[in-house]
């Protein structure tokens, strides 16, 4: 009876390598490192990221840019990573769900504590996809009406939540976003002002 | 203070469960919460590894390779070419199953391999293992099968005639349901008025967003692993085992985390499993096999198509006094999980109104069109579009109102469902259909879209409403497979981990049996961590199906906290010095009640548990009473209880393109009692937006048994754009239910149901939209439509029918 121990059956190929199929080093900023990794010319950018760069948070749902799942930052526009050469992105920056919160410094980005407080994510497979589209749409409009989230995110599926919690989320991050950079001004004011005191002190 | 011990701990596991005595205002401290689901964190930081996410040394990729007819003699399968391509290990063909070639869920119909005749055009005809998932694929192509063409059957309503061709030696009928209650046929011939009707509900395709996916990882001790996305790991368990023939006790399925499932990974992931392990077996490497979306639409399963010839009798005065129903399903080549979808579609064909004469008849074919298989609602989402359309038809034929009519008729405590059974109250029928009633302002609804009807000459507006009585657990039927267990282990730094053997798909099932143990031992949630569910640690508990996980498993894990705090309120109350009977467990704390008692934290417990050895780990099991029922007359306990629900559908219709916007939707769902309210809110707004795509614009386009819309570019899921407005409210018992929203209702449940007396509610979730949104779209138009999904093309086709011009002068 086969099972393991028994000698496998093996059909010897040799691997024929095309130009096309040799890796070529690729270099680029990685949720803000630099990086090499190598990829196969045709390779597309989805799956040197999961492959060669081990971040598998960014998912193929569709392969062809409907689903949204594998969608990441690059030069901070969201894109779909399966319809990206990997060989375009040389030179360029690329942000994965892997690096969202390190965008902000921080360790938790608003969005995913929004995501977890409103309940965002269910089966949790287009959540990556989801965050960075809507980190890419707050970048841009911090205080997004719920139609501007709607549009921004409908190039995204969800086939678990029904998208209210997730909109819901989404402006709930915005507000915190805009706390947080006023905090930012506030702090840079009050140094300015103590500078310009200690400067007058001086 | 009132002990825990009294309450719902009192009573794990008996034929009366989980409900709190009558009158009684329990008072719960997780139970009823909202808050972070447990598994949230890995899930929105790209942590939680799904199945394409897992890698092994030394895995290989596999592929199939599938017949190109729909029906045909296979002469021959030649895999020669496929051998010699770049990349291939190992190629296996029907001949190279060590076990039994067979992996059909309910009936042995189906081959894992094709073996002298192909069926569809999903019939694999070799698989393949290369070093790559393209190479795989590549080679996979290159796989020839020569065939003699048979006539193929692509119609379910001439399935069964007998010229048609036969798909399997003993005809195309796979089953055939019934439920014989009165004498229909004399009281149609006695009705005022009867109403006859054929309707048509097409397929629909999960689109679960993580496609099927496994890998099959060989071990040294002859063994196999399986880690997938899937539901049913008992279910791959055995398909794994009967295939490989070796003992189930050598197999273990491992759940990844899974990226939904709505039924599509109930029986599908052992097909795949099966062809994952046999290739592993042979290479002695890991196989991992995971679907692209095109694979994924053309091989997994689908929603049935079905048709419903609905007649409905009723005397002048509304009462209905007969239906008379047949269906016909479409169950694909093979009998899957059709013949019990099928089950739930003969039991529910009625809804929740009083009907003293029944007879429906439900046939399930054989056909070459796309394999029928489980999905959220499980048969009862395509009666349902009948069984309200032909109230509302009943309605226009009396110059009724519908929601009058409906309340005429509805089922009250003391009545009997088609099955004979009769309710016991509560009956929250009404009170979910009263309160839709008012939370719509139904007269003002009616009345704001006649006159905005009226000023617009293009776009119209309508209302549906549509009630159900969804059956809760299995149906007896399938009662064989009610059984649920659960392990649980308190660490003696008082961490608690706990296993299941339901799944977690994304419908938030770890979250709620985690908030029915914090509760029941007094713990926080962050005091516990759930283990991936796994077929090593827990017994076989049949498929996480039927909306019934919070109500199995949930009980299964009170069971293991009654047998620990047996074991520790003995403990605590030696070291707090005072009587067993005054320990109580909460807030993470263990104290003793009397006045002036001592307490110690539960991870002081914990210790002191483990200095004197006590086996502080448990085992859980449930299993909910027998239900009587004859499948000879579809009469007796056909469910372990009702959760009713109504929605109201307000939609806008155009009249130039057919195109229907869903304005609002009002969803009024009896859950028994939300344990985990954030997550029940969440599978109903799912579930509505899922019965949206269904009602209007999800069209599997089949053509000779091949899928035409095998992509999200041509089969339209909803998107953020598509969503309507939604207004949901919970019925609830609890006295003490919080929360925006929530009617408060005395009394207690008689029926079996979950902990605290929850009631499931994935599928109810999703069952009335789509009948809701087919009235309000009939409603709009003035002219009934009787094909679900109503897609613009099909609306519009009514309105040229009848001449509806909003151009015309």
């Not at chain 1, 497979?125 to 841009?140: I, N, R, T, V, W």
């Amino acid at each position: 009876m086969p099972g393991p121990g028994t000698t496998p059956e093996r059909t010897v190929t040799e691997p024929t390598l095309f130009p096309t199929e040799i890796p070529q080093p690729l270099a680029f900023t990685l949720n803000h490192v630099p990086v090499v990794l190598h990829a196969k010319p045709g390779a597309r950018l989805l799956d040197v990221l999961r492959e060669s760069g081990h971040l598998t948070g960014t998912k193929e749902g569709c392969g062809e840019g409907e689903c949204g799942a594998c969608t990441i930052l690059l030069e901070g526009k969201p894109v779909c990573s399966c319809l990206l050469l990997a060989q375009t992105v040389e030179g360029q920056d690329v942000v994965t769900i892997e690096g969202l919160a390190a965008s902000l410094g921080a360790r938790v980005h608003p969005l995913q504590a929004a995501f977890m407080k409103h309940m965002g994510t269910q089966c949790g497979f287009c959540a990556p996809g989801m965050l960075m589209s809507a980190a890419a749409l707050l970048q841009d409009n911090p205080q997004p009406t719920e139609a501007e989230v709607k549009e921004a995110l409908s190039g995204n599926l969800c086939r678990c939540t029904g998208y209210t919690r997730i909109i819901r989320a989404v402006q709930e991050a915005g507000a915190q976003l805009r706390a947080r950079s006023d905090e930012v001004t506030e702090a840079l004011s009050s140094e300015a002002v103590a500078r310009a005191l200690s400067e007058g002190d001086s | 203070m009132k002990p825990e011990a009294d309450g719902p701990l009192a009573t794990p596991g008996a034929a009366r469960p989980a409900g709190e005595p009558r009158g009684v205002a329990p008072t719960y401290r997780v139970v009823g919460t909202s808050g972070p689901r447990i598994d949230g964190p890995q899930k929105l930081d790209g942590r939680a590894c799904y199945v394409d996410d897992l890698s092994f040394p030394g895995m290989l990729h596999a592929a199939a390779a599938t017949s190109e007819e729909p029906h045909a003699l296979l002469l021959d399968v030649d895999v020669e070419a496929a051998r010699k391509s770049p990349g291939v290990l190992c190629v296996l063909t029907a001949e190279d199953v060590p076990g039994q070639n067979q992996v059909g869920v309910s009936r042995k119909d189906q081959p894992l391999m094709a073996r002298d005749k192909v069926r569809w055009v999903g019939d694999r005809l070799a698989i393949l293992a290369a070093e790559s998932a393209a190479e795989a694929r590549a080679a996979a192509r290159k796989v020839k099968g020569r065939y003699q063409r048979l006539p193929g059957v692509f119609d379910v309503e001439t399935a069964l005639d007998p010229e048609t061709a036969k798909l399997h030696d003993g005809g195309n009928l796979v089953s055939k349901g019934v439920v014989r209650k009165g004498d229909a046929e004399a009281a149609l011939l006695e009705a005022d008025v009867v109403i006859s009707n054929r309707y048509q509900v097409d397929w629909q395709e999960h689109a679960y967003l993580e496609t099927q996916g496994c890998v099959a990882v060989p071990d040294d001790s002859g063994a196999i692993t399986i880690h997938g996305s899937m539901q049913c790991p008992f279910y791959v368990q055995t398909a794994v085992a009967d295939v490989l023939g070796i003992p189930l006790s050598r197999v273990q399925v491992v759940q990844a985390v899974t990226g939904g499932g709505f039924g599509g990974k109930e029986d599908y992931p052992s097909e795949l499993a099966a062809c994952a392990a046999l290739l592993a077996w042979r290479t002695c490497r890991p196989v991992k096999m995971v679907f692209n979306r095109e694979e994924d639409f053309r091989l997994s399963t689908k929603r049935e198509k079905m048709v419903v010839h609905h007649t409905l009798g009723a005397k002048k005065d509304g009462t209905i006094t007969a239906v008379k129903a047949k269906i016909l399903v479409d169950a694909g080549a093979y009998a899957g999980l059709s013949v019990v979808v099928a089950e739930r579609g003969n039991s529910s064909a009625v809804g929740p109104y009083r009907v003293p004469n029944v007879q429906v008849d439900t046939l399930t074919a054989y056909t070459c069109n796309p394999f029928g298989g489980a999905f959220r609602g499980f048969g009862h989402p395509q009666v349902a579009v009948a069984h309200e359309a032909q109230v509302d038809e009943l309605a226009r034929q009396l110059g009724r109102d519908p929601a009058d009519l409906r309340l005429q008729n509805l089922v009250e405590p003391g009545d009997q469902l088609a099955s004979g059974e009769v309710l016991s109250p509560p009956v929250e029928a009404r009170l979910c259909f009263t309160t839709a009633l008012e939370r719509v302002g139904y007269e003002d609804a009616k009345r704001r879209h006649a006159a905005f009807n009226a000023a617009n000459p293009t776009k119209r507006r309508g209302l549906g409403l549509a009630t159900i009585a969804y059956g809760g657990m299995l149906h007896a039927c399938g009662q064989s497979l009610e059984g649920a267990g659960a392990l649980v282990q308190v660490h003696r730094d008082g961490s608690v981990s706990f296993a299941m053997g339901h799944t977690e798909l994304g419908q938030g099932a770890h979250t709620v049996v985690a908030h029915v143990l914090a509760e029941a031992l007094g713990i926080p949630l962050d005091a516990i961590h759930r283990v991936p569910t796994d077929t090593r640690l827990v017994p076989d508990c049949g498929p996480t199906v039927a909306s019934r996980t919070t109500a199995m498993s949930g009980h299964a894990v009170l069971d293991a906290a009654r047998q620990l705090r047996e074991v520790m309120v003995p403990v605590a109350a030696e070291v707090l010095e005072c009587w067993p009977e005054k320990v109580e467990f909460v807030h993470g704390r263990v104290r003793d009640t009397a006045p002036g008692g001592k307490e110690l934290a539960f991870r002081e417990l914990a210790q002191a548990c483990f200095l004197r050895k006590v086996h502080l780990a448990a085992s859980g099991w449930y299993a909910p009473p027998r239900k009587l029922y004859d499948p000879a007359t579809g009469q007796g306990q056909a469910y372990s209880h009702y959760a009713y629900a109504t929605h109201v559908a307000e939609v806008e219709v155009d009249l130039a393109t057919g195109q229907t916007q869903v304005l609002k939707m009002t969803c009024v769902h009896d859950v028994g009692k939300a344990i985990y309210r954030d997550g029940v809110l969440g599978q109903i707004e799912g579930g509505v937006v899922q019965g949206m795509g269904y009602a209007l614009m999800e069209r599997l386009v089949v053509k000779e048994g091949r899928i035409l819309t095998a992509n999200f570019t041509d089969y339209l899921i909803p998107t953020t754009l598509d969503i309507p407005e939604m207004d949901i409210v919970l019925v609830e018992e609890s006295p003490e239910a919080k929360g925006e929203a929530v009617v408060r209702l005395e009394g207690a449940p008689e029926q079996v149901r979950g902990p605290y007396g929850a009631k499931g509610i994935g599928e109810p979730s999703l069952i009335p939209v789509a009948p809701a949104i087919r009235n309000a779209v009939s409603n709009a138009i003035g002219f009934p439509v009787r094909l679900v999904p109503c897609t613009p093309e099909r609306v519009m086709d009514i309105l040229v029918e009848n001449k509806v011009d909003p151009y015309a002068a």
